[in-house]
């Protein structure tokens, strides 16, 4: 079973919480080109949403190039560029980095608070909390 997790409370449609956490499982070296992935059938049992999410989400992944299908054999990860892996990583991080950046900004924080927060919350997790 996929690590994967759904928030039905996310304005961010299923589909697309789906394509983006494996984008990042293959990206990060979790998935590796050639692993097979669950049918739509099974990951939508598993993940107990639509069949035809999971289909859009498969389709996108596909035509993006990370996934591929072999009819009758099933959908397997396909071998991607390590500058597209990177590529993925950055934009990733420096969209939550943004939204992060946005929420302060909502909370009418200047720049130099959010950096301490910043640099506040890195140090927490260096650490291990």
């Given amino acids: 079973m996929l690590p ?29 080109a050639g ?41 397997f990860v396909a071998e991607i560029l390590t500058t597209t892996k990177q590529e993925v990583m950055t934009s990733s991080v420096q969209e939550e980095f943004r939204r992060a950046i946005r929420n302060a900004m909502d909370y009418d924080y200047a720049v130099e608070e959010i950096k301490a927060v910043f640099e506040q919350t890195l140090k927490e997790l260096e650490k291990g909390e």
């Fill in 35 to 75: 692993t097979p992935l669950p049918s739509i059938r099974a990951l939508s049992k598993d993940l107990e949403i639509s069949v035809i999410t999971i289909r859009r989400a498969y389709q996108d992944l596909e035509a993006q190039g990370f996934i591929q299908t072999a009819h009758g054999k099933g959908t």
């Fill in 4 to 32: 994967i997790r759904i928030s039905k409370d996310s304005r961010e449609p299923i589909y697309h919480q789906i394509e983006k956490q494996l984008k990042a499982l293959i990206a990060g070296g979790h998935l590796t």
